[in-house]
Every structure is written in structure tokens, then in C-alpha cells.
């Protein structure tokens, strides 16, 4: 016999127990107790939680219930709650698929109900016409809605009526004729009697529903014409306005744009008073945004219109503290889309083409928990990773990717005013990320001594060449140069940490931006990127921390709030704010947008004190600003980019290969081009072959720096000194993960400890930041033009 049913609970009553409930791929499925009453599904860890803390909740009314296979379902409500559940048979989740059917059928009709008396009691919101015209409306529409419903039922009778006749004239057909005959024709008859009722009344149901709907008709193509009427109107003012604006912006532009011999500081604060006459056509647009120092969110409130109808005198000191307008800004977008390159080359030069595709990325499979299962937690302090989880480019082409938005420092160089300039740099520093979003594959880390150039001078207008300049611990060196009037230069040491479930990035050391004309020097330093999912599911990359970019010469400062992802924020997903301020700490500009999409910046035209919201009690700071304008927006991917590694635009023609380069250039790495052409096994064999090899060459440099302090001259190391190289020495350090221990900054500031000398950078001590570095001493870029390469390393 079959196991008996539980009575299915009626849609007004509550039904509990237990159900296994999907959490995460480390957890699996969980044992939750939950609870449907109101239409309402609930869970909690145990029953003793039902009279203090609710885990979840979730209203049948707007859900989807779908069955997955005998014992799983899932329960869905559109937006960000999805339960994914299973029970422990298939009778107990038949159980529970009727109970949630059945309220949420009561729920949706509660609702309807609901919203129905809701619109009836609705008070007349335009006057005494306006409030009788939405009563007969809704009136009709009931009316309307209850013929519709007469319609339904006289359509359900017929169907059962005109079965039941046609089954009693096929019984009729079959009888013969004798004492019975007369009882089915007095059957046959009785049912096409009840059938010609339910006709009529149909026939007269539709017959009221079709002089009603005529009824009405008129007075709804009448409504529907005004409607259409006062659209047109709306349309033709909102093309006024647009024609209005046009004209005062080019009142505007005209008014501002002066030669600079005759430009003076009185002569500008007067001049922009045409400027901020045509912030007028931005009424509707000023917001007001919580200040970023609390919580990370922008509310925006009705703006106050005194700031649009300010007098001259009142508006030329907001003028001269906010820099150059949003005019002289387009003129600079105006002419560096004219004349991209600088204005002394009149004489066209051919631009070499280079290459948009690569080889697409085999489809080779690895485990990498079967690498990493047997190192989590103990001694070990670094793991050595095959090319399979690389990407092929290494740690010096990923740092010279900083430059994919050059322009954002061109157009920077060209600000008047530092606050605005701080700006373009900010949207600089966050537009490095936006390669990172899809790129979960690890650079390969460079040999000691390999260089990177990325010539750029003709496309562009710059030249940037990066180093390996320290082994143990592993640091890079950057230095750029722009024809446009800019200076980049960093040295980045990574560390990370492995927690069994992600893997953080911290990079170690400051980027350092010089603007030539205004000798503005600006320091900031990268945020945290950690990777998930390292062990089960889809890698993703985050991007989390904060940033504070100086100016050091005006004192000028930038705020950037990296906020981390979270499954139950409701923000928008890898966002990034902050606050642009001068040495008084006075807000001048609020910054919005994401790392991986595009950046915006708002004048801030005042500021104030809220009330005590913030989740600590602390005061927010509004701030009231005007219209936000676009600093900078991502470039879309290349076409099959997903078969690419990810790889922008740029990054498809780091690895191409070029005539004259250094012969420690990663273009001539053997082992990354030979994963470049998919030829990964190869390219394990070589990379481990470099391993050795630079472990030998760090080994005799060891030997030589003992020789000369050391009296006992050819004294081998110990065998615990030539473990430790074997375990920790290998090149790829950006592929080797930390193992129960906190990262620090202690070893990076206190010097390298590697005695390699670099080729191109000179060590020395950062005057702005006390921090060790390399600085750029010169003489690559001439080397290159002689073709001497003689002095260089042999690495490879």
C-alpha cells in the first residue's frame, strides 16, 4: 500500500516543517524550519528562532514556484530573493507545493482585493470634476469587469451543458426503441432546454457588455485625443527649452574663451558670469549627495534655485574657487578630439597597425584544489602555480595596461585649476581596474632584470618603460613620459594572502603623477584586489579599499571609497565615490561611479549638516551640487573577447612582437609566448627551466656578495639555505600565495634585500613619501636608437 497523505492545508492556514535550503557551495544544502502563513514563507534555523529572529522571508503573492526534479524546487520573486529548496520525499514536497499554490492564489487575490477598495476609496486629488470623472471611471470599470465575469461563467456552463448533451444524444442513438426510450428523450430534452437558457442568457451578457463598451467609446476617443493633444504641447515646449539652452551655451562659450595674454584673475571672475548664468538651465538638475565620509550613498533632494539667479558679484567668487568652467573644459574635449596629436606636428606621420586578435585560449581543464588542498595552513610560504592559470602577459605588461586612458592625463594637463585636474587624476586611478573585471587569469610574474617598453610616442604622445628591479622581495619599476605635459612613475610589490576561499592582492608601494606645466605632484596608492572562488565555483574579482590622492604642492586631496561587493547591498555592484577637497578641507567636487564602467564628478555648490543617520550617529554632510558631468567611460571589449582572455584593445598588442626592443623585453619571454600560441605544455617545461636558471644566477650572486664579507671565501651555503631557495625562489612570485601569514609593508620599506643592480632605474629614497624606490636615471630610449644592447643581462 501506498504511504497515506497528509490532509492538504486549506489556503488560510499555516503549514510548517522542515526543508532543506541551498546556502552556498562550501555549505551545500541546510536543514531550515519554515513557516507559511499570510502568504508569507519564512525560514529559520530552528523552531526555537519563530519568536525572535526571522532568516528570510518571502511573499507568494508576486513569486514563481518551479519544480526541479522529484524532491526540488524553487521559489522565486523576480528580483534578488530565490530560495532554492528540497524536501525530503516526493510526497512531502507534493505537500508543500499545494500549500504554496493555494496561498498564493490568496495572496494574489487578497492583493487584487486590496488595490481594488484602495482605488475606490481614493479622494479626489484635482477638484470636485476631476474627482467625479475618476469615479465614473472606476465605475465603468467595474461594471465592465463584472459583464466580463458573466461572460466567463455562461462560457463555463455551455461547455458543461453541451456535454452533457452530446453525450445523451449518443446514448439516444444507441437505445432501442421499447420501454425506455421514452425516459432518454425526456433527458435529451431537459438538457437542450438547460442549454438554450445558458445560450440566451450568454447571447443577453453579450448583448449589455456590447452596448456598454458603445456606450463609452466616444467619451474614451475623446479622452484619448486630449491626451494626445497635451503630448504634442509637451513636446514643442521641451524642444523650446532645448533650443533655448543650445543658444545660451553658445553665449556662454563665446563669452569665456579669451586669449590668454588678455586673461587676468579680475577679468575671469567677471567673465564667468555668463557661466554661471547658464547653470539656469540646470534648475531640475542640482542634487544633493550624502557626504562619502559616512555611509556611501547619494540622495538626491529638490535643489535650491537661488544659486542659478546669483549677481555677478555673487557668483565670481564660487567662480574663482572652483577653477575654469564646464565651458573651457568642452573647449579642451573640443580641441583634443581636432587636433589628438600636439599642435607643433603639422607633418603627418604613417601610424603603425596593430593587431586586434590573438590565438583563442585553449580549452584545457586543471584542478586546482588538487594543488592547493595539501597547503592550507601550514609552514609553507608560498605555492608555485603551472601556466595554466596565467594569462599571457606578464606582471610588467599588466602595469604599463595603467595607460589604456592616457587621454584622461592629457586632458588633466590642460586644467587651470588643481581642484578640477585632481578630478581627471581620480578617474585616472580608477580606470586602471577596469581591465581587471574579467581577467581572473595571473600575470606572469617577470625574471630579475626583464623590462617592458610600450612606445606609444606617435600614436599617442608617450613612452613608458618598466623593470624588474628587485627579486626577493619582488618590485617593479614604471616610468611614463607624455609629450601632452605629464610624468607617471610607481614601483609596485605585491603580497598576498590565502584564506581557502579567496585570495587578496595588496600592492605595496606609491604612484607618484607630475603635471610639468603647473608642477603639480600628486602620490596615491593602489587598493586590495582579491579573487573568489578560488577553490569551488566561477573565479570573480573585487576590488576593495580606499584611496587618498595628494596634491603636495597645493595640499589638494581625493577620498576614494572602493565599497566591496555584498549580496545583500543594495548599491550598485564594484561602486566607487569620494570627495575632491583643498588643504582647508573644504568639499569642492563629489565623485560617483563604477570601477569597471565609468566615473562622474559634480561641483559641489554648498554643503551642511543632517541630522544623525549615519549608522555610528554620526552627522552626514550634504552636499548640494550641480549637474554631473562624465569623466570617463570604458571602452567596450574587443569582438570575442571572452575567447581572448578578456584582453582590451591595448592588452592585445603588449605581447606583439618588435623590432629593436631590448633583448629583456617580455615580448621575447619564450615561455609566455609559447602560451600565447597555446602551445601550454611547452610552456611549462620552459618556465620551469627559467625557474632554475634564475635560481642558479641568485645563488652565485649570493656566493659573490659572501666572497667579498666574508673571509671564508667558496664556503657553500648550508642545506637548509639551498631548501629554502628551492621552496621560495622562483620567479613567479605574483603566482605564489602567502599561507597563514598577514601581509606587511615592513620588508618592502625597509629596503630590497636582493644585491642585483637594476639597468635603467637608480635606487634612492622618496622625498615626497620616505619610502624606498626606483627612479628612472635615463639613457634606455638612446641605447635603442644605437642598437647597443651589449650591457644587457642574459635571462632568457
Not at 314 to 325: F, H, L, Q, R
Not at 543 to 554: A, K, L, M, Y
Amino acid at each position: 500500500m501506498s504511504e497515506p497523505k497528509a490532509p492538504t492545508p486549506a489556503p488560510g492556514d499555516t503549514y510548517k516543517g522542515w526543508l532543506f535550503k541551498w546556502t552556498n557551495y562550501i555549505k551545500g544544502y541546510q536543514r531550515r524550519w519554515f513557516v507559511l502563513s499570510n502568504g508569507l514563507l519564512s525560514y529559520y534555523r530552528t523552531q526555537a528562532e519563530m519568536g525572535h529572529t526571522c532568516r528570510g522571508t518571502i511573499n507568494l503573492a508576486t513569486a514563481n514556484i518551479a519544480v526541479e526534479d522529484s524532491c526540488n524546487f524553487v521559489i522565486s520573486n523576480g528580483g534578488t530573493q530565490t530560495y532554492h529548496l528540497k524536501a525530503s520525499s516526493e510526497v512531502e514536497r507534493q505537500r508543500w507545493i499545494t500549500a504554496l499554490e493555494l496561498a498564493k492564489a490568496k495572496a494574489f487575490r487578497m492583493q487584487a482585493e486590496s488595490d481594488d477598495s484602495g482605488d475606490e476609496s481614493t479622494p479626489p486629488a484635482a477638484g470636485q470634476g476631476g474627482g467625479a470623472r475618476n469615479s465614473e471611471v472606476q465605475s465603468t470599470l467595474r461594471t465592465l469587469g463584472s459583464k466580463v465575469e458573466d461572460l466567463s461563467t455562461c462560457n463555463d456552463l455551455i461547455a458543461k451543458h453541451g456535454s452533457a448533451l452530446q453525450r445523451s444524444l449518443s446514448e439516444l442513438e444507441g437505445v432501442r426503441l421499447g420501454g425506455e426510450t421514452s425516459e432518454k428523450i425526456r433527458q435529451v430534452t431537459e438538457r437542450a432546454t438547460l442549454f438554450r437558457i445558458t445560450s440566451n442568457a450568454m447571447i443577453n451578457a453579450c448583448r449589455d457588455f456590447l452596448a456598454l463598451a458603445q456606450a463609452h467609446s466616444k467619451r474614451w476617443q475623446k479622452a484619448l485625443q486630449a491626451e494626445r493633444e497635451q503630448r504634442v504641447r509637451l513636446e514643442e515646449t521641451l524642444e523650446q527649452l532645448a533650443k533655448q539652452h543650445n543658444h545660451l551655451e553658445r553665449a556662454f562659450r563665446g563669452a569665456t574663451v579669451l586669449p590668454p595674454s588678455q586673461s587676468n584673475p579680475a577679468i575671469d571672475s567677471k567673465g564667468s558670469v555668463p557661466g554661471k548664468g547658464d547653470a539656469s538651465d540646470e534648475d531640475e538638475e542640482n542634487e544633493f549627495f550624502d557626504a562619502c565620509e559616512d555611509v556611501q550613498e547619494f540622495i538626491t533632494v529638490p535643489a535650491d534655485p537661488k544659486y542659478h539667479r546669483r549677481s555677478g558679484s555673487n557668483v565670481s567668487g564660487i567662480s574663482s574657487e572652483m577653477g575654469m568652467d564646464d565651458g573651457t573644459t568642452s573647449l579642451d574635449e573640443q580641441s583634443m578630439a581636432s587636433n589628438p596629436e600636439s599642435p607643433q606636428s603639422q607633418e603627418v606621420v604613417p601610424v603603425r597597425k596593430r593587431r586586434t586578435r590573438i590565438p583563442d585560449k585553449p580549452n584545457y581543464s586543471l584542478n586546482l584544489w588538487s594543488i592547493m588542498k595539501n597547503c592550507i595552513g601550514k609552514e609553507l610560504s608560498k605555492i608555485p602555480m603551472p601556466v595554466n592559470f596565467n594569462e599571457p602577459l606578464s606582471m610588467l605588461q599588466r602595469l604599463s595596461e595603467d595607460l589604456e586612458y592616457y587621454e584622461l592625463l592629457d586632458r588633466g594637463a590642460k586644467c587651470q585649476s588643481s581642484l578640477e585636474q585632481m578630478c581627471y587624476v581620480a578617474a585616472f586611478t580608477v580606470s586602471s581596474y577596469s581591465t581587471t573585471v574579467h581577467r581572473t587569469g595571473k600575470p606572469f610574474n617577470p625574471l630579475l632584470g626583464e623590462t617592458f617598453e610600450l612606445d606609444r610616442l606617435q600614436e599617442s604622445g608617450y613612452r613608458s618603460l618598466c623593470e624588474q628591479v628587485s627579486h626577493h622581495p619582488p618590485a617593479a619599476a614604471h616610468h611614463a613620459i607624455s609629450e601632452r605635459g605629464w610624468t607617471l612613475r610607481q614601483e609596485i610589490a605585491l603580497a598576498s594572502k590565502f584564506r581557502g576561499k579567496y585570495l587578496s592582492i595588496m600592492p605595496l608601494g606609491s604612484i607618484h603623477c607630475i603635471f610639468e606645466k603647473s608642477n603639480n605632484h600628486y602620490t596615491w596608492k593602489k587598493v586590495t584586489t582579491t579573487v573568489h572562488n578560488i577553490i569551488v565555483g566561477k573565479l570573480w574579482i573585487d576590488q576593495s579599499g580606499e584611496i587618498d590622492i595628494v596634491n603636495h604642492r597645493t595640499g589638494d586631496r581625493c577620498h576614494l571609497k572602493f565599497a566591496p561587493y555584498s549580496y545583500f547591498s543594495r548599491d550598485v555592484a564594484r561602486k566607487v565615490t569620494g570627495v575632491v577637497t583643498d588643504k582647508d578641507g573644504k568639499a569642492h567636487y563629489v565623485l560617483s561611479g563604477t570601477w569597471d564602467e565609468k566615473m562622474e564628478c559634480s561641483r559641489v555648490m554648498q554643503s551642511s549638516r543632517g541630522g544623525e543617520n549615519g549608522a555610528d550617529g554620526r552627522q552626514k554632510t550634504v552636499y548640494q551640487t550641480l549637474k554631473a558631468k562624465e569623466l570617463w567611460r570604458k571602452t567596450p571589449l574587443p569582438e570575442g573577447a571572452e575567447n581572448m582572455y578578456y584582453f582590451s584593445t591595448l592588452a592585445l598588442t603588449l605581447n606583439e612582437s618588435e623590432e629593436g626592443v631590448a633583448p629583456t623585453d617580455s615580448r621575447k619571454r619564450p615561455d609566455q609566448r609559447l602560451m600565447e600560441q597555446g602551445r601550454w605544455e611547452e610552456a611549462n617545461a620552459e618556465k620551469q627551466r627559467l625557474e632554475e636558471k634564475q635560481r642558479t644566477a641568485r645563488r652565485e650572486r649570493e656566493r659573490e656578495a659572501n666572497r667579498s664579507t666574508n673571509p671564508e671565501e667558496g664556503k657553500e651555503p648550508a642545506d637548509g639555505a639551498l631548501i629554502e631557495d628551492s621552496i621560495s625562489d622562483s620567479p613567479l612570485k605574483t603566482e605564489e600565495v602567502e599561507i597563514a601569514t598577514e601581509p606587511s609593508e615592513t620588508t618592502y620599506k625597509s629596503g630590497h634585500q636582493d644585491s642585483y643592480k637594476a639597468m635603467w632605474f637608480d635606487r634612492c629614497v622618496d622625498q615626497m613619501t620616505g619610502e624606498p624606490t626606483h627612479i628612472y636615471r635615463g639613457g634606455y630610449w638612446e641605447t635603442k636608437e644605437q642598437g647597443n644592447w651589449d650591457s644587457c643581462p642574459d635571462i632568457f
